[in-house]
């Protein structure tokens, strides 16, 4: 057996996590080790990653690098493996990770140590989601990932951070027992919860519609949709700006993938029936919270009721079923993942020096931080999806893909996009330009060596697949492909 | 008699029931000696018990009387929780000079009594052995002199508990009257649902073992007696006599009841329906931390007699999993209970608990472990144990009780959590004593690290468990 690469992948960080938690507490220099720790680990786990890009055969549909073993009495094997989609979420969560530890610097004063647990914790889980090819571990994983952002929320966030922990925990809860259900019926219905044999065997066809709106209500939550989306906004105001980013930047992703690997891939007949479904609820998502968005005075809710707009152009993508719908998705899943961290390190910035996060309080920065104002402009130009940024590449496929199948939906799904440049725009304009009226703000100073990193950081790969999104849809398109080609078979058997 | 020796486990406790008490009348200032002795006599019983040869069934004294894999089983998971009981409960009985040598001697006996209903194949050798532990019990939970809630705990938990008696003693006559024998395996021959008086046996049965386990609606003692009891005799209560009283439950639906499965599946059903739900939604107002772990008990309870409504081995088999994860959260979770004291005064309310992780970093960590665990959320033991249950439940199509049963884990995760905010989320309290006890940290530290780790290799469980076969 080769290298266990993918197990390591999942530990590494946990390890790291170990040492740093039975390391001596308490003085400064402890902290600045914690820390130093947490960061090699992040970043060897980035390395890795990108090795096993490298290493990716694109060429086929295959999982690769697959590890099996027995681990529940012979019913539920221990079984990890990545395709083109999944190795894509791997890397963006090795990515982020390093980036939310660099960020803890100024944002965490308190308890630095077990926050930096945390975030590597999750690391770990969110890596195992993506890997995970058995939907007993797949639900460990995904379950799992609750407990430590409730304490990163809990713990170090804003003054209503209570009742936003407690939202998030229950909403998920509520909508994963469900998902739970749904697990164990499978595999009393096929006999097995192993991904890659249920993609050959296939799920009968009586059972797929319930099956598939219990793996939903789940997913559904978590993306999150119209209207179990408002556990979002107050999650992410009260976060800490590591915990908003790995929350918009990766947690939600997982969502998206449940539903391309999951609700595509098992039950393809069922998705089928519930496409109108899907797209009622993401419109209403695109446009009715891109209006919300629109009024808000907080900046950081404006940016969650942006991501869950964006979030449904995913859904909407993921549900025409066809090559440019699903890339378009998947290639928005990944810009959003960066743009909307990079945003949220934006409004953490200010947040830091000015501690508010209301719009009002700003104005006129561009004369104060205009390194800050320049970076701020580029994610929200990719925000709204300008030609040259990642987010153009996704939202253009996402709406091709839409074209292909209903015209209606993508006219309305189209509006998204005007409306998506109003409040981004609108957003930039009054916090960054305009007359100083707040006078405190001129003692902010502009972008330290760490901040301009991280920005920096993530500008990169967003204007990088901007202009040249050739290696995201190398990676993915066979899988992509393989995946339709398995839907429009088993559709086409039952008409 | 040649066979004698299969029940040299109670023979033995018996002996050393009757040595310590001879011991502490005759000695002056025996109690330590008392104690340690007791464990001793436990863990001697317990090298009989896992030397017992396995994978054989005997029937002693006519047949009322049996020895098989779930009899072994139980009553080894019944004496190792017995010990990790004393063991918490040395320094505690000491400070709160309840320390006599009474103390262990009645948990002895209650032990004692357990295993003879573990073993019971007969109606009234299961009311002998039912007895000897309850009546150990009412002394116990009065066993605080000096207060007045522990000595009101043990009245009502006595005239409850006579009551329920009664009734299930009524039940037993039933069953007597219709099929004509007190043997367990002749009732389940002559058994048959034609005759009412069967049902109504097995129905006033069921309603006196409910009571033992505190289900709904035959609950209203534990919250009265959880918070009244001395606080170790609190984890004895949430802990071994269920261990016991599950075995008992198994052993009547499953051989002498097993005609009559169709009658007693509803009934279970709804005992564990309501125990569940009901357990969820009144612990949310709870203010003290041994009531609100009675009510969480209900509904664990509840999940347990879930895996029992089945009707399978696999099924039994989810309850008894089950039954021993519990029993390990709920010891870690007592042990942080023993820790909270300052100048020798306990603290149980859920107050006390606020900004424990600032000054009590690793006990608060402990305790968040055993709360996502209590709560079912993976990766500790708590979601395997709800996992195999349902795991089971699903398997036969009850989809109604598998759905209700996890969204009230949902309703139950919030008072965890809310347990869980106030260790982490609050103004920090006073600190509370450093506490040296060897004997509590390696109890809570084992704990915490089996329900942690547990998804490690889960198979260790369960291939322990997969050797009991009843149906």
Known sequence: ???????????????????????????????????????????????????????????????????????????????????????????????????????????????????????????????????????????????????????????????????????????????????????????????????????????????????????????????????????????????????????????????????????????????????????????????????????????????????????GYVTLGIFTLNQQGLEGSIIQMISHGLVSAALFFCVGVVYDRMHSRLIKDYGGIVSIMPKYACLFMIFTLAAIGLPGTSGFVGEFLVLIGTFKKNFLVATIASLGVILGAAYMLWLYKRVIFGKIINIDLLKMPDLNKSEIFILICLAVPTLFFGFYPEPLSNTIEVSVTNLIDIYNYKTNITK | MNNLNFIYPEIFISLGILFLLVLGVFKKKSSSLVFTLSIVILLTTLGFLINFPSEQEFYLFNGSYKIDQLSTFMKIVTIISGIFVLICSFKYIKLVKIFDIEYPVLILSSILGMLVMISSYDLIVFYVGLELQTLSLYVLAAFNKNQTNSSEAGLKYFVLSALSSGLLLYGCSLIYGFTGSTNFFLISENIFSTDYGNVFGIVFILVGLSFKISVVPFHMWAPDVYEGSPTSVTLFFAVVPKIAALTVFIRFLYVPFLGLFEQWQAIIIFLSLASMIFGAISAIGQKNLKRLIAFSSIGHMGYALAGLSVGTNSGIQSSIIYICIYLVMNMGFFCCLFTMKRKNVFFDNLEDLSGLSKNHPVISLCLLILLFSLAGIPPTAGFFAKFYIFMTVIEESMYFLAIVGLLSTVISAFYYLKIIKIIYFDEPKKQYDKDHNIGLKTTLALSTLLILLYFIYPNSLINLVSKINII
């Open chain 1, 1 to 311: 057996m080769n290298f266990p690469i993918l197990t390591s992948l999942i530990l590494l960080p946990i390890i790291g996590a170990f040492f740093i938690l039975v390391s001596k507490s308490g003085d400064k220099y402890s902290f600045k080790s914690a820390k130093y720790v947490a960061l090699f680990v992040s970043f060897v786990n980035f390395f890795i990653s990108i090795y096993l890009w490298y290493v990716f055969d694109p060429s086929t549909s295959e999982f690769q690098f697959v590890e099996s073993r027995l681990w529940l009495q012979g019913l539920i094997n221990y079984k990890v493996g990545v395709d083109g989609i999944s190795i894509l979420f791997i890397l963006l969560s090795t990515f982020i990770a390093p980036l939310c530890i660099i960020s803890v610097n100024r944002t965490i004063n308190v308890k630095l140590k077990e926050f930096l647990i945390a975030i590597l914790v999750m690391e770990s889980l969110m890596i195992g989601v993506f890997c995970s090819l058995d939907l007993v571990i797949f639900y460990l994983f995904f379950e799992a990932g609750l407990i430590p952002m409730f304490l990163i929320i809990g713990i170090w966030g804003g003054s209503r951070r209570v009742y936003s922990a407690f939202k998030f925990f229950l909403f998920t809860l509520l909508g994963s027992v469900l998902m739970l259900i749904a697990i164990i019926s499978i595999y009393w219905i096929s006999g097995t919860t192993d991904v890659t044999e249920l993609y050959n065997l296939g799920i009968d066809s009586k059972y797929q519609n319930l099956l598939w709106l219990a793996f939903f209500s789940s997913f559904a939550v978590k993306t999150p949709m119209w209207p179990v989306h408002t556990w979002l906004p107050d999650a992410h105001v009260e976060a800490p700006t590591a915990g908003s980013v790995l929350l918009a930047a990766i947690l939600l992703k997982m969502a998206g993938y449940g539903f391309i690997r999951f609700s595509i891939g098992l039950f393809p007949i069922a998705s089928e029936n519930f496409t109108q479904l899907v797209y009622t609820l993401s419109l209403v998502a695109i446009v009715y919270t891109s209006f919300v968005a629109l009024m808000q005075e907080d900046m950081k809710k404006l940016i969650a009721y942006s991501s869950v707009a964006h979030m």
